[in-house]
Structure formats: C-alpha cells, structure tokens
C-alpha cells in the first residue's frame, strides 16, 4: 500500500510555500498527500498582504479524513489562531499521531502568520506532542531564549537544541519515544551554514541524546527564498510516513533538500522558490524506463517472462549511491488482459530488490544502469545460450557462505563480487534455480534502454 502523510498548514497562492509545497514535497518523494488548510494567505514570494483563518471549517477538514483513513504522520505548518491550535491539539492527541512541527509564526518577507502570543500556547499545549520540531535560528532563540546568532560558539546553539527538545520530550517519552530538534540555518562563522540535530534516541539499550551536525553550503543571492523551512519539514514527515527510523528520515530530508536547494524558479522583484521539478537527468531515465516498458507491454509474448514475484524495471543515475536515485516501476508489472501491465507510475525510491542489484553492480562496473528480472526456465537458459551472443552466469545459492546467507540483503552484493571474480565482469544474464522461499530468477543487466530492448528482442526470439 502506498505511504500517506497529512499535511495541516496555510494555502500559498505562489506553491513555494505552505500546503502546496508539503503536497509537492510529498509527491516527489513518493508519499500520497492528504491536506487540510488552516488558513487561506494573500501572498507573492516576495510580499504578504494578510490570511484569513479557516478555524470555522478545519474540523470538518479533518473528521472525514480520518474517519475513513488511518493517518499516522502529519505535518503541521501555520496555524493562525487559538481555535486551530484547539482543533490540531485534539487530533494529535485522540489519534496519537507523529507530528513533524515546523513552529512558523512569522512569514519569510517578515509579517506575523499567527496572532500575537500564540507562541507560548503551542509550546505549552503543542510541543509535548510533538515528535520533530524544525525551527530556524529565529525561531529557536525566541523559544529558547537564548540569542544564538549573538553568540560566535556552537556550543550555545546545542545549549539551546537541548532546551528546545527538553520542552518536546514528556516522562512517558524517557522510556519508549524517539523525538527530535532540528535549527536550520545556523551561521558556524566560516562562511557557512550548518543545520544542527539534537536527538534523542535508543543507543543499544538506553534512551540518550545526541548531537548531529549537518554542513551546508552558503549561496550568495539576491532576494527572498521562499518556502524553504515548509519543504524540509514536509521531506522529513514524508520519510517518516515511508516508515524509515527517526535519524535516517532526517538524514533522509536532508540530502533532499540540498539537492533542491541546487535549483530555483525566478520570479520578480528578485522572488525565488525552491524548484521541485525533476532534474533533467532524472526526466531521461524515466523515459528510459518508459521506453523499455512500451517495448515490453506491446507484445503478448512476454506475458511468459514475468515471474511470480512480478516484473520490475530498474534504472539508476550514472552515479547513484542509494535507492532514492534509482527509478522503477511502483508495484512492478503483472499481467492485465492478456498483456504486460504497470501496476503504477514510474518513480525515484520505489524498487527495492532491482535497486540493491544495479547499486552492487555499479560497485565494479559504474556503466551498468538497467536491470529487469525475468522468469526463470531451464530450457530458455539453454536456448539463450546457444542462440544469442549474450553472455550467461549461473548463481548458485548453495555456494554463498553462512555469514551472507544469515546478513539480510547481503545476497546481491556477494552474487555481483562472485561474478566479477569468476568471469572479471558482470554478464548479461545472472540466474539462479532458486531456493526453499526464493523464486528462480533470470536477472538482465544493462547500460541504457536501448541496450536493454535489443536483448529482450534477443531472449523474446529464441524461447
């Protein structure tokens, strides 16, 4: 079942910002957004004019929601006013639900999105239920007291993360709850910006805190960067609600937001947004995917090469280190009226198997970038073999020392390593007869969709 995340936050009109850009967010990471507005703004990226609450309906925003849906994540951006904070109060509480909580009460051009000293009343009756707070500089020195930009020393901005996620935790928490605080933006005097994460987590079997540093790159520019606190708290929400542990969905919010943090749309008046579009390198292997899939869903024929488990292409970036740079098909391929079907859009983070074939592939051949698994026949192996020119590997399981069969996803490292050893390359086909809970497999690598269509032309002509 696809990942969903609840968004509670204010309606930008630009989408750099607010609602719009956690709905953005949420979707290019690969998590389905649900929505529910407290607040409609009258703003440019570079200008605020004024909102007007929407404390009479947001109850009835979120009753239907989560009478039908169960929600586990949300994040909470502006809330204007004492009845929404109430009505946001009560939802986290009844459906004890992980909230990410950007505390936004002032705008990025500099105007109030709250009433006055609603900031004391989210921090008494908020803030115990929260379980990341993602303030910036500003916002973590008023909550915290401490005037950190004053201060030329780290230390006083860890002085006030411990403070801040002191006002998080509860005496229920010591024991069971992993929580965190996260300043952004913070100056580390060196003509750079740091994000620093206070964390408070289980270390083997206690419940410590920790200090993680996060080094950032300062751009020069000219003008207002709008939307960027609600972007990064949405990332984190979203990697949270795609069920990844406390530390990695930061790590996680991270480096995504240092990759968008890369591009911007301009606007005028020097008014910039983060862009979330899809770079251009990952728009072409997309279509690369895409180009594949055509060829193999046109043709009846290789209904016969989809196995149990489902079909799945894999494409990865030419340097990609992890599954988020890899694209595949989310929910594989099946077959649907006699003919090869995607069962859902092709996106970045959706394969898992494939993704740690091509990763442990790219390990000693960077070139490979495509991988397919295909069902597995021993008379097809033999047909391959002798009528087409491409390369074959047996992988025999019973060969794989104890400690790889005992240390989960380590089987695809050592299935590449051992075809390198064996052959000094990695072949066009790995299969494998299977095992007790293991479907046999033939396995397709290649280096582009066009290198892969000619060899499924191939296999599709001899079996």
Known sequence: M?????????????????????????????????????????????????????????????????????????????????????????????????????????????????????????????????????????????????????????????????????????????????????????????????????????????????????????????????????????????????????????????????????????????GKLLDLTLSNDKIDLINQVKEIYNFISNKKEFCKLIPEVRMNISGALPNAKNKEEIAGIEGRITIVNGFPHKCGEIKFGVSDHTARLILSAKEFDNTINFVINLKFEQKWIQLISSRTDLKLQEFIREEQPDEVKKKEFSTMQWLIKNSIEKHGEIPDIIWDTGSIGKEPIIRLFGRDSKEMIEKLRKIISVI
Do not use: W
């Open 2 to 270: 696809k990942p969903i995340c609840l968004t509670i936050a204010g309606s930008d009109p630009t989408s750099g910002a607010g609602i719009q850009a956690d709905i953005r967010t949420f979707d290019r990471i690969g998590v389905h957004p649900f929505s529910a507005i407290t607040a409609l703004t009258y703003q440019t990226a570079t200008e605020f004019t004024g909102y007007t609450s929407l404390s009479s309906s947001l109850n009835q925003q979120l009753e239907v929601l989560f009478e039908t849906y169960h929600i586990k994540v949300i994040k909470v951006g502006m809330i204007p006013d004492n009845k929404i904070l109430e009505i946001i109060y009560h939802y986290v509480k009844t459906y004890k639900l992980d909230v990410v909580l950007d505390p936004v009460s002032i705008s990025s051009v500099g105007k109030r999105l709250s009433s006055e000293g609603l900031e004391l009343e989210m921090k008494r009756d908020l803030f115990p239920l929260v379980k990341v707070l993602t303030p910036n500089i500003s916002e973590a020195s008023y909550f915290s007291n401490i005037d950190i930009l004053s201060f030329q020393d780290i230390k006083f901005a860890k002085k006030a993360g411990n403070l801040l996620l002191d006002m998080i935790l509860t005496k229920d928490d010591l024991l069971k709850k992993e929580k965190a605080i996260i300043i952004k933006s913070i100056p580390n005097f060196d003509n750079g910006l740091i994000d620093l994460a206070c964390i408070y987590s289980k270390i083997e079997s206690n419940y410590e805190k920790s200090f993680q540093i996060f080094n950032k790159r300062k751009l020069n520019l000219e003008g207002n960067v709008h939307g960027t606190g609600c972007v990064f708290s949405s990332a984190i929400a979203a990697y949270l609600a795609k069920n990844y542990p406390l530390q990695a969905a930061i790590e996680m919010a991270e480096t995504f937001f240092d990759e968008k943090f890369q591009r911007f749309i301009e606007l005028p008046s020097e």
